[in-house]
């Protein structure tokens, strides 16, 4: 419904073209490079890779396609995770119709489009977790065991033990299920 309405939106700007639509992360990708388009919009948590995920695969790969996240998640830590991943735009899904066409052409002409006040929070508190803590709490957060963990990471469950113990101890949790859960609610994960 929304990835409908986003497109009917875009649709009604005589100066901007909707190439493709993806259901997930993997497609996005997929069509990104198929289609080349110069601006993708994304949102974070999609099925198969996240928003952020695809920011860094495309930037990785060398795309010139530039990246606009427009999500609900208000939390600097995912605009700072953003940010990092290479994206120019990053939007709340309840801001105002036009500021999504005008967050597209200015992307396009190579300037950022980021929400002010989350920009402005920012600046805050910075994530202390490296990206395997982040991957292991996001699985531990998920219900996984360290066995499982251990296997989709392709590490030993001593190596997962040990970013499990550094992220529950850089977050002051007792458990993982707490450290994933203050690490999603800062917008880390």
């Keep these: 419904m929304v990835l409908g309405a986003l497109v009917a ?12 639509r993806a259901r997930n992360g993997a497609e996005a990708v997929s069509l990104t490079r ?9 949102d974070i948590e999609m099925p198969e890779m996240t928003g952020l995920e695809v920011a860094a ?16 998640f208000a939390r ?3 605009l700072r995770r953003a940010l990092d991943a290479g994206v120019s735009g990053y939007l709340l899904k ?17 300037l950022r489009a980021i929400d002010p006040e989350l920009a402005a929070e920012a600046w805050g508190e910075a994530d202390p977790l490296t990206d395997r803590e982040r991957q292991a709490l996001r699985l531990a957060g ?13 590490l030993s469950e001593g190596t997962v033990r040990n970013y499990l ?6 977050l002051g949790a007792i458990t993982r299920v707490e450290a994933s859960r203050i690490a999603r609610a800062k917008g880390w994960l």
């Design 76 to 78: 600097a830590g995912y």
């Design 34 to 42: 198929q289609h080349q388009p110069d601006v993708l919009l994304t």
């Design 165 to 170: 113990s550094e992220a529950m101890t850089k």
């Design 94 to 110: 309840d801001s105002p119709p036009d500021k999504l066409a005008d967050a597209v052409r200015r992307v396009h002409a190579g």
């Design 142 to 154: 998920d219900g996984k065991t360290t066995s499982d963990i251990a296997e989709t990471l392709g």
């Design 9 to 20: 939106l875009l649709e009604t700007e005589s100066d901007i073209e909707v190439v493709a």
């Design 57 to 72: 695969a495309l930037r990785d790969q060398g795309m010139k396609t530039r990246v606009v996240i427009v999500t609900t």
